[in-house]
T-cell receptor, first 111, second 112 residues
Framework: EDQVTQSPEALRLQEGESSSLNCSYT??????LFWYRQDPGKGPEFLFT???AGEEKEKERLKATLTKKESFLHITAPKPEDSATYLC????????????FGTGTLLAVQP | DAGVIQSPRHEVTEMGQEVTLRCKPI?????LFWYRQTMMRGLELLIY????????DSGMPEDRFSAKMPNASFSTLKIQPSEPRDSAVYFC??????????FGNGTRLTVT
């Protein structure tokens, strides 16, 4: 069964204090690993898709990396507006394109 | 593009009542997904449609839940009868082929 585990559950950072969020996964035939950002009262917003081990994607202060067992979302010099819940999801093999989500990491960046 | 539109945004109902949640996907998207989000279990896939046909409903909790997609621009998720444990945020998402899912802003359901 496909499974996604995210850690930590919650993370509090000072503005400018870089850190990383972890997403460990088990899936039969990974077709894609996705990172989403979710703000309170809103739906998840797409950030990145990674397809193969070694791949990296960047967007502003965020960089996502992928290995065969896990993905990291690195946050460099975060700002208060980066505060949100970050969700990781995997798309497994087969004909379906459904996503299996982790429970997320709640990030709070204090000024 | 208005994105995925869900209604209502909030629904409060009493146990035993019927609840209908509505979703309008992004025009041109051919896959539609219903997810449920709770603090304990996170985002769980309930059902998804491809070209208006239900493909996987293995996440539907029980027979009290049903979903329809009568055309490419509309879907409903119905709970009858509702129970307090159904309280959650229900999200609809759509995508085109293998593109990333685009989510609506959800319906927060409270069953008292």
């Amino acid at each position: 069964e496909d499974q996604v585990t995210q850690s930590p559950e919650a993370l509090r950072l000072q503005e400018g204090e870089s850190s990383s969020l972890n997403c460990s996964y088990t899936v039969s035939g990974l077709r894609g690993l996705f990172w989403y950002r979710q703000d309170p009262g809103k739906g998840p917003e797409f950030l990145f898709t990674l397809y193969s081990a070694g791949e990296e994607k960047e967007k502003e202060r965020l960089k996502a990396t992928l290995t065969k067992k896990e993905s990291f979302l690195h946050i460099t010099a975060p700002k208060p507006e980066d505060s949100a819940t970050y969700l990781c999801a995997v798309q497994g093999g087969g004909a379906t394109n459904k996503l299996i989500f982790g429970t997320g990491t709640l990030l709070a960046v204090q000024p | 593009d208005a994105g995925v539109i869900q209604s209502p945004r909030h629904e409060v109902t009493e146990m035993g009542q019927e609840v209908t949640l509505r979703c309008k996907p992004i025009s041109g998207h051919n896959s539609l997904f219903w997810y449920r989000q709770t603090m304990m279990r996170g985002l769980e896939l309930l059902i998804y449609f491809n070209n208006n046909v239900p493909i996987d409903d293995s996440g539907m909790p029980e027979d009290r839940f049903s979903a329809k997609m009568p055309n490419a621009s509309f879907s409903t998720l119905k709970i009858q009868p509702s129970e307090p444990r159904d309280s959650a945020v229900y999200f609809c998402a759509s995508s085109f082929q293998n593109s990333p899912l685009h989510f609506g802003n959800g319906t927060r359901l409270t069953v008292t």
